[in-house]
């Protein structure tokens, strides 16, 4: 089971699952960068991310004086995970109330809206 990370975890998550690895100094510069100012400390990341290896969510690699960090966990579970709690616990196990709300909350793309099409045809042949 994927331990389940805070909002401050993901958002170093992300920036891991975007660059591969990393030290603390680029994600914490990175996750300046996404706020527009120099709000988060590098101690604080320093400790979120070693809390985070400890919690299984990275990996360490401690071969290099800094030392690199990894996601061990991958995209596609963590929101697997999140979307299935949310499913369960928001939308009382209703997939078309999730994605009524999700397709009224923001408006898909005409690219976004084909992929969806295609994976509800997918869906009805499977179930056919």
Do not use: C
Request: glycine share 4%.
């Amino acid at each position: 089971m994927i331990p389940k990370p805070t909002d401050a975890e993901l958002e170093i998550l992300q920036v891991l699952w975007k660059s591969g690895s990393a030290t603390v100094r680029e994600v914490n510069e990175a996750l300046n960068k996404q706020q527009g100012d120099d709000s988060i400390g590098y101690t604080t990341t320093l400790k979120f991310m070693q809390i985070m290896a400890d919690k299984g969510l990275l990996t360490r690699d401690e071969s290099q004086r800094s030392h690199i960090y990894s996601a061990s966990v991958r995209e596609n579970d963590v929101q697997s995970a999140f979307v299935s709690k949310m499913l369960n616990s928001v939308f009382r196990g209703s997939a078309m109330q999730l994605v009524v709300q999700a397709l009224g909350t923001s408006k898909p793309t005409n690219a976004e809206l084909k992929q969806i099409r295609a994976l509800l045809d997918e869906e009805i042949k499977n179930n056919q």
